[in-house]
Every structure is written in structure tokens, then in C-alpha cells.
């Protein structure tokens, strides 16, 4: 296979847009391509107050179209047993309104896709769990995926492998909160609050969250479980279930993954080397003000990385304006240099 | 679905064997312990048995012919036996071990994740818990592929399942199309609810995943963590994480009968197995009352509490409601 990759073009920036008003901000701050869900349980964004109705979906995308950029539709859950139908409807929607890509990780959504709308781009979502080329390469020769979003579990070496390997596309995670687990086969959340990012598009729900003051400070429960207990003066997080500090053989830690970032701003030249066909920065969740900053940064420095690709260097003031918005304060490059192996 | 003068006889005919399936061994335990585990299982009244490294591919106490050698021992004792593929494949060494075990055609191979399925394609093979299939057109997509069993992700619920390959109704698999896909329902042991790129384990004992010094080897159960509170919650097992508590659907056998279910999933552990076998058997095939066996399961030193929430289509951790 071996497909020779364009590593002189430009990464596309796709930039994530949990409302109209984040997409209009991310489209002016440079984003090529925005990723947008329904307001339903069929993206794995499912929170109240987030997403698109299909009026702000219409207006959304000929936002971006009239300046000549993409909009991308994440449908990345799985198809309930139940009603599997609500899923079609979803992808006849992306169709009719005209999404430049559909972004999906079930086999049964891919399908109906592939055959209903054969003209319709397909992205195969992280949620697919494709760690590999031959999982890639599956979903490509039978759904006709055009690209493939990689797992936040891979190194730079494994990414640079897999994507000698596979004809699809490439799109890999530039910044964001960092999912520990593989995506799409993570039950941990479902375990404690049965709503999982599989099955209802969420993790950790905040229907399931309470705070609660004692004497030492707060406890942050999720369905009664305790997630995390924070002293007074500790800085408080948002109780997802892998990130809060539990007890093993009588030692106190964060036993799965501390609170941090991922940024991949040092390593731009490598994922440019590779051919990474798009960079993707996570947090549909998150206010247009972060996206807005998020994607002004990014754009600054692969535009900068593509004119000096040799003389890259990160400048100070996008860490400065990155660090504002970690979660945790810190940055990682998370799997891809993989400190802990 | 035939109906008229046979329905009397379907009722008073005794029902079908309920067909017990013994899952990987998720841990790493010595290979002797390992070899005495499955001699044991061998007598035991499983019906199939599943073998293999599904976890982490350091772990090496067996080798793939080991695997293989006992997977002949154990049919020569009329045991169905499946090989696993791993969950969670990164390196190319790892995809040399899967090519090496789906090219083999002298035992099903139970795929463990779409790579294996590339493989697999036009064979006969197992849907393992870790390939998602959450509707009847998912696994009719698997089902085109070659599927002839399918072991349903752990949360999906009774219901569902009975919705998406209902006994009367089997979506059809198979490299002809013409198999109805059996559903194998996880019903006992430590749940495995999600895998890392990351070792736990080693991060607990500040090791480097690559300089681990196998310490799973420790923990044949593996290694409980607990909230501040100290109520149990998960379990460690190197890139995978569990529940603590043991799902177990004994309490459940006629919701996962009448949900068209005729293979149930045992997960081994460490200790008094077998008589988790046994009970299982006895109350599935042998009448036994289910809330006897119930509280015989909970008078065993088992590692963790019973639950059984998934298949009410409630939290996992749910505890078993009698």
C-alpha cells in the first residue's frame, strides 16, 4: 500500500463548535473546517444547552460556506437498539443540509450512510476505536471512510506507521482535554451513572454530579460514588470519573490520569512530516471564548510551521494563551512522546 | 416460526441447555496455576471455552503455541474451544500475533477488535464484547462479514439484546448467510469496562510500562481501588480497567432466557471457580432455585461484591435486587 502522503500541505485546523455563536467565532479566528452535533443523543457531546437545531445548523453552515469552509457533522454514537431510525434521520438531515463530512464510528451508521448518500463524505470518528491501519483499512474498503480520526492512545512512531499504511486520511488531536481511555470502548462512566459516551453521548453526566461542603472542603460526587475530595484551598475540577483521586493499596492518587491538557503545538513539524491530513482541537463542551482563542493560536502556528517549517518554534504567547484554557493548568503531549513508557 | 399441533410439545419438552461459556482469563497468573485452572475446567461442565492473551502483550507466562497446545487438550476433552484476538492493538507485533491467530482454521477465533475483523472476513468467527454492536443493523453489518456468535457489549441490557437478535428472528450470519447469530451474554466476573494505551498497574508502582517487571503476576484478581471512603469501586488490570464488584446474572436466569439468550459468559477468577461453574449450571440447566445459589455465591470468599445493573439497564454497580 504505502500511499505517498503530501507532506508539504497544510493540515486542515478543524475546530469543535458547541453552539452557533462558537462557530462563527471559529470560523473568523481561521479554522478550515468546524465539527457541529444535534441537539440529541446521536454526538457524543450530548449536554444541555449545546448544540445545533436544524434552523442553526442551516445558518451554521452557510456561515462557513459563504467563506469558503467546511463544516463537519459528528453523528458519533452508537444507533440504539431501540430506534436505531433516529440515527437515518440524523444522516438524511447532514445530507439534505449539505455537512461537508459526517464524522461516525457505527458500522450500522456508516452503512446506512455509505448506501443512502454514497456522495456523502465519511469521517471515521475516534469513537471507532480504529488504533490500527487494518482497522482503519476495514472501514475504508466497506464503508468508503475518506478519513480516519486517531485514538489519543498512539505514539508519534505508531502514528507515523499507521499512516504509511492506510490510504485514508489522517486527522489527529492537536489540543484538549485528554481522554485517557480508548474512546468508544469506555464503560466507566455507564458503570457508575448508566449513561456512557457510547450509548447517551456523555461521560461522567452532569445530572449525576453533586457538590457537597463538609468540614475540610468539598466533595464532588458522581452518583453517589466519591469521585474526588478537594481541601479548602485546592483548585476544583469537574468530577470525570478517571480523573479523580482514588485509593490503592492504601495510597491516595489520581490512579488512572492526573487533570491535564493535550498540546501538540512542539511536535507541529513532525505531524506535518507525516502527512497528517487535519488537526483537530477538542472541546465542543467548552465556551466560544476558548474556541475562539484556540483556534486564533493554532491557526497562528500552522501557518507559521508551513511558511519555516525548519525554524518552527513555539512562541510564548500561544503557550500563554493556551495555558489559560487546560484543564488542570498543564500541558502534555499525551500519548505521542508517552513519558510513561 | 412453526405454529399449530407442535406447540404442545415444544411446551412439555424440556427446555435447551443453556450452554456455559468460559470467557479469557483476563489476569496474569503463573503458567502452572494457569495450566491447573483450565485441567480443572476441563472436568468442569463448560460447554466452550475461550483462550488467550486479550490484554497486554507483554504478559508471556504462555506463548501462542502454549495457547494453542492447550486449546487441543482441552477439544480432546469435547470442549468448544475459541481463541481470542486482543482488544487493543498498537504495534506491529501486535498485528503479526492477530494475523497469526485469525489465519488459523483449526479453532473459531473470537475477534477482539475491526482489525481482526479485516482478517476475519469470509471466515466463521466470534464477535467479541469489545467490538460495539449496539443494534440489529450493526450486527447485521458483522453478520455479512461472517459472524456466527456474538457477545454483546457489557452494557447493552436484556432488552436490548432480545430487540436486536431475538430468538424467534436471529439475524443470519456465517460465510453463506445462513447461521442465526447466537448471543453469549457476560454473566459472571469482574467487569472489563475500558482499556488504555496506559498501564495502571505499572503507574501505581511508578514503573515504566515498558520496564513493568510484571507485577499483574501479583495481583491474580487484579488490584482494587477503592474511593475515599473506602467503599470499593474498580480494579486494575494493567491497560484494562474493571469493575470491582462481579457482575453476575444467576438471579437473572429468566429474563436471559426469555430475552432468547442460550449461552452464558463466566469470567475467570482466582479463586472457587469451579463452584461458580457448578451453581451457574445447576440453576440454568438443572432447575436449581436461583436465590439458593445466590446466597451460596455470596458465602464464597469471591473478590467482590455481586451486581447485576447492566442488565436491568441501570448502572452497572447496581446491586442485585432480592
Given at each position: ?14 475546530c469543535p463548535a458547541g453552539s452557533l455563536r462558537a462557530l462563527?467565532?471559529a ?7 468546524v465539527y457541529l452535533g444535534?441537539k440529541?443523543?446521536?454526538n457524543?457531546r450530548n449536554f444541555?444547552g449545546l448544540n445545533f ?21 459528528a ?208 472541546g465542543r463542551q467548552r465556551s466560544p471564548?476558548y474556541v ?50 | ?322
Amino acid at each position: 500500500m504505502n500511499a505517498p502522503r503530501d507532506t508539504m500541505r497544510k493540515p486542515e485546523l478543524v475546530c469543535p463548535a458547541g453552539s452557533l455563536r462558537a462557530l462563527t467565532l471559529a470560523v473568523d479566528a481561521g479554522a478550515d473546517a468546524v465539527y457541529l452535533g444535534l441537539k440529541d443523543a446521536t454526538n457524543a457531546r450530548n449536554f444541555a444547552g449545546l448544540n445545533f437545531d436544524l434552523a442553526q445548523m442551516r445558518r451554521g453552515i452557510d456561515y462557513a460556506h459563504a467563506r469558503g469552509r467546511k463544516v463537519l457533522m459528528a453523528l458519533n454514537t452508537y444507533a440504539d437498539a431501540r430506534d436505531p431510525a433516529r440515527w437515518w434521520r440524523a444522516v438524511d438531515t447532514a445530507a439534505e443540509l449539505g455537512a461537508d463530512a459526517l464524522i461516525c464510528a457505527d458500522v450500522a451508521v456508516l452503512g446506512y450512510a455509505h448506501r443512502t448518500h454514497p456522495q456523502l463524505r465519511l469521517h471515521l470518528s475516534v469513537q471507532a476505536s480504529a488504533t490500527t491501519y487494518e482497522a482503519i483499512e476495514f472501514h475504508r474498503e466497506r464503508y468508503a471512510i475518506q478519513r480516519a480520526v486517531l485514538p489519543r492512545v498512539l505514539t508519534l512512531s505508531q502514528v507515523a506507521h499507521l499512516a504509511r499504511h492506510t490510504r485514508a486520511e489522517v486527522e489527529v488531536f492537536g489540543f484538549g482535554s485528554l481522554c485517557v481511555m480508548v474512546e468508544g470502548r469506555c464503560a466507566l462512566s455507564s458503570y457508575a451513572t448508566g449513561q456512557s459516551p457510547n450509548t447517551a453521548g456523555v461521560c461522567s453526566p452532569p445530572s449525576a454530579v453533586r457538590w457537597e461542603e463538609t468540614g475540610d472542603g468539598v466533595q464532588a460526587r458522581l452518583n453517589g460514588v466519591l469521585i474526588d475530595h478537594y481541601a479548602p484551598d485546592e483548585p476544583r475540577g469537574y468530577p470525570t470519573l478517571c480523573k479523580g483521586r482514588f485509593h490503592v493499596e492504601g495510597q491516595r492518587d489520581y490512579a488512572l490520569e492526573e487533570p491535564t491538557s493535550l498540546n501538540t503545538l512542539a511536535i507541529l513539524p513532525q505531524l506535518f512530516d507525516i502527512g497528517v491530513a487535519a488537526i483537530k482541537i477538542e472541546g465542543r463542551q467548552r465556551s466560544p471564548a476558548y474556541v475562539e482563542q484556540v483556534t486564533r493560536v493554532w491557526r497562528a502556528a500552522i501557518d507559521d510551521c508551513a511558511a519555516k517549517r525548519e525554524r518552527f518554534s513555539v512562541q510564548p504567547q500561544w503557550v500563554a494563551a493556551l495555558g489559560r484554557w487546560s484543564e488542570g493548568q498543564q500541558h502534555t503531549l499525551g500519548a505521542y512522546d508517552r513519558p510513561w513508557r | 416460526m412453526t405454529q399449530g399441533p407442535t406447540t404442545m410439545d415444544q411446551a412439555n419438552a424440556p427446555a435447551a441447555r443453556t450452554r456455559i461459556s468460559i470467557g479469557p482469563l483476563l489476569y496474569y497468573w503463573p503458567r502452572r496455576t494457569v495450566i491447573e485452572f483450565y485441567a480443572r475446567i476441563a472436568e468442569s461442565p463448560a460447554d466452550t471455552v475461550t483462550l488467550g492473551e486479550i490484554v497486554c502483550s507483554r504478559r508471556h507466562e504462555l506463548k501462542r503455541d502454549d495457547w494453542v497446545a492447550l486449546a487441543r487438550d482441552l477439544a480432546a476433552c469435547g470442549k468448544e474451544v475459541v481463541l481470542g484476538t486482543q482488544a487493543l492493538l498498537e504495534s506491529e507485533a501486535d498485528l503479526r500475533e492477530m494475523r497469526a491467530l485469525t489465519a488459523q482454521d483449526e479453532f473459531l477465533v473470537e475477534a477482539g477488535d475491526s482489525s481482526a475483523l479485516r482478517t476475519l472476513a469470509g471466515q466463521r468467527f466470534v464477535l467479541g464484547p469489545h467490538v460495539n454492536v449496539y443494534s440489529r443493523p450493526a450486527l447485521e453489518e458483522y453478520a455479512a462479514l461472517g459472524a456466527v456468535r456474538w457477545v454483546p457489549p457489557v452494557e447493552l441490557d436484556l432488552g436490548a439484546i432480545a430487540c436486536i437478535d431475538p430468538a424467534d428472528e436471529r439475524v443470519r450470519g456465517g460465510p453463506a448467510g445462513d447461521v442465526p447469530i447466537e448471543p453469549e451474554i457476560f454473566a459472571f466476573g469482574r467487569l472489563p469496562l475500558a482499556f488504555s494505551a496506559r498501564c495502571f498497574t505499572a503507574r501505581h508502582y511508578r514503573l515504566k510500562k515498558d520496564e513493568c517487571g510484571f507485577r499483574c503476576i501479583e495481583h491474580p484478581d487484579g488490584l482494587r481501588l477503592d474511593t475515599g471512603e473506602g467503599e470499593a469501586f474498580l480494579t486494575l488490570n494493567g491497560i484494562q480497567t474493571q469493575s470491582a464488584a462481579l457482575h453476575c446474572l444467576i438471579t437473572q436466569r429468566d429474563a436471559v432466557l426469555d430475552a432468547g439468550i442460550g449461552r452464558i459468559r463466566l469470567s475467570p477468577c482466582a479463586s472457587h471457580f469451579d463452584t461458580v461453574v457448578e451453581r451457574f449450571d445447576a440453576v440454568y440447566n438443572g432447575g436449581a432455585d436461583p436465590h439458593d445459589a445466590l446466597e451460596a455465591l455470596r458465602e464464597l470468599p469471591l473478590p467482590g461484591e455481586l451486581v447485576d445493573g447492566f442488565a436491568r439497564r441501570a448502572p452497572g454497580l447496581q446491586e442485585i435486587d432480592t
